[in-house]
């Protein structure tokens, strides 16, 4: 086996750490097979002395990992089974002559492809050359379609044998005590059958995507004597667009030297964030979307303590002191009062990437789980870099949920565990939204994770609400002074939200439209005032006022109605209204 700290067909190549954990599994022997999964469809790279070689992972396998074995076998549904030379398939077909022979198959000149026919024949090909003393290694790619994630009940006759055969093979005595190797190559381990990835005589190792080391490397050695030419046609040097690539692996890089190189494309700042934005989109399966605004802090009215705690934020961010910031924040408050727009204004602020989960649930067993392997494992390779979940209480799971084969259970399991990790402090900040954190789970929304609550509520003061109604008709494009607005508006006697002040204006506009004016009027508004009727459901939103108070981890946040009301009562309240949103 071609590994470090054995005896290599080539001892002066420097391999990936991923390789070297492979290694000192293998030699434990107490392991020989392995999952390797993540970034596994991307180049690995090899340095030799100066020089760095970047070969597919199959390349890999066959030329150097496995180079020395005797006997090195690939199968996949598609391809069947193939050989890393024509001597080793020579070999197979002549032992399959005598299979046919005593069990009166013509298998020699039709290899099956099913995975249970040919494991049935790889077993008895493998115990036959292992007792010879030969050397094996058999890769068996695109794994999920093997043996699939699924419950045992949901599982069919065809995807049982196949685990069976593998799990047999993880503890033969005869398999671990011979230089005998299964790799299973899948992008998510969540796509694989759990008793597989949990078997203690199978290892996973992940293959991670590059970090800005090592795409620099590969810019530098892709361009080679071409670098003063991609200089010419770029806004950034390869050390700037190593930087500015977080989240790629190196075909994709590759794609975007070669379209400068050879296409003469001109790389900005701008194209390469249009292109990195729809890669990672691609990868991530359209499951997570960028957040491109042109706002920021300043657009957002009234909230002046949040919009100051994000600020302070965005400047630790600047300076690069993540360990200072919390590993997550918790964004709640009664419908209308901002809370996607605060966070998609200070996207704009930060200078770092945001991003939005967009629906990663799905009908299949495992695939959810599979989604969200991907989403998080690229946010591990992206950072530093913000991530926006809106409607946080019903995206993210329930460690009591129920009714849905587990799978609540196991989302909120992986991301509780992501947001847990130290390492992502102040590297993937978490924003979660929702008008009802008294739903979310408390191992969510406990310190450790969404450490932060911000509580956002209606305008409280005169000057909150002229603050609000200023930049609402600055947005409706109503060109009214303060002075010409209902007082209404003005003196609190009932709380608009900023989204209920929106749709008021907009009618506005579109009455004054309708009757050929060009602009709306006082009296105009007046009368859209005195008609308009916003929805009613008072009991919710004292309902999500309450809860967000009692969420708030900031007594400055509170307006001065609520920071002086006793928690006691506030939480009793709460309980009240609970019981009479039931009863309806």
């Not at 020089?51 to 199959?58: A, C, D, E, K």
């Not at 059958?193 to 203690?200: E, G, I, T």
């Not at 506005?508 to 006082?522: C, I, Y």
């Amino acid at each position: 086996m071609a590994l470090p700290n054995t005896t290599p067909a080539d001892a002066s190549v420097v391999y990936p750490d991923w390789v070297r954990e492979l290694a000192r599994r293998y030699f434990t022997k107490t392991v020989n097979q392995f999952i390797l999964h993540g970034n596994v469809r991307d180049l690995v790279p090899l340095v030799e002395a100066d020089q760095v070689r970047y070969v597919p992972l199959r390349d890999f396998l066959r030329d150097d990992l496995f180079a020395p074995r005797d006997l090195v076998l690939f199968y996949d549904r598609s391809a069947g089974l193939q050989f890393a030379r024509p001597d080793m398939r020579q070999d197979f077909l002549r032992a399959l002559e005598g299979f046919d022979h005593l069990h009166g198959t013509n298998y020699t000149r039709q290899i099956p492809r099913d995975p249970v026919r040919v494991f049935a024949l790889l077993e008895r090909y493998f115990r036959l050359r292992l007792a010879e003393g030969r050397r094996i290694a058999c890769v068996i790619d695109y794994a999920e379609t093997i043996v699939p994630m699924a419950e045992g009940a949901f599982s069919s006759s065809e995807d049982r044998d196949a685990l069976v055969f593998l799990l047999k093979w993880s503890h033969d005595p005869l398999f671990l005590k011979s230089d005998f190797t299964i790799c299973l190559i899948t992008e998510n381990l969540t796509d694989l059958h759990r008793q597989l990835v949990q078997n203690p005589y199978t290892a996973a190792i992940r293959i991670p995507l590059p970090d800005e080391a090592e795409r620099r490397r590969f810019i530098e050695a892709y361009l080679g004597d071409q670098t003063e030419t991609f200089r010419a046609r770029s806004e950034m040097s390869p050390a700037v667009l190593a930087h500015h690539t977080a989240g790629l692996n190196l075909v994709q890089l590759r794609t975007i030297l070669a379209d400068v190189l050879e296409n003469h494309t001109r790389l900005t700042f701008e194209r390469l964030s249009a292109t990195k934005k729809a890669f990672i989109e691609a990868e991530a399966y359209g499951l997570l979307e960028f957040i491109e605004t042109n706002y920021n802090l300043d657009m957002v009215a009234g909230h002046r303590q949040a919009k100051a705690l994000l600020r302070a934020a965005a400047e630790a961010l600047r300076q690069g002191r993540y360990d200072v910031l919390p590993m997550g924040y918790l964004v709640t408050g009664p419908v209308g009062t901002g809370k996607t727009f605060l966070i998609t204004c200070f996207a704009g602020e930060i200078g770092i990437p945001m991003v939005r989960f967009k629906n990663f649930r799905s009908q299949w067993q495992g695939v959810t789980e599979g989604n969200l392997e991907k989403i998080l494992n690229l946010l591990e390779a992206m950072t530093p870099v913000a991530v926006m979940i809106d409607e946080a209480d019903a995206a993210l799971g329930h460690r009591e949920a129920e009714g849905d084969s587990g799978v609540s259970k196991r989302v909120f399991a992986q991301i509780a565990s992501f947001m847990s990790n130290p390492a992502h402090r102040g590297r993937i900040l978490f924003f979660l939204l929702t008008a009802r954190p008294d739903l979310m789970p408390v191992d969510l929304k406990r310190q450790g994770r969404a450490e932060e609550h911000i509580a956002l509520f209606y305008p409280d003061t005169r000057e909150e609400r002229d603050e609000l109604l200023q930049v609402m008709l600055r947005r409706t494009g109503i060109e009214l002074s303060l002075d010409e607005v209902p007082d209404v508006l003005r003196n609190g006697e009932r709380s608009f939200s900023g989204a209920e002040l929106e749709a008021l204006l907009t009618r506005a506009r579109f009455r004054a439209a309708a009757r050929g004016l060009a602009q709306v009027t006082p009296e105009l508004l007046q009368e859209v005032v005195d008609d308009f009727l916003p929805p009613t459901y008072p009991l919710e939103i004292e309902l999500q006022t309450l809860v967000a108070a009692l969420e708030c981890t900031s007594r400055t946040l509170l307006p001065e109605s609520l920071r002086t009301m006793d928690r006691e009562a506030m939480a009793a309240r709460v309980e009240t209204l609970k019981q009479l949103l039931q009863m309806r």
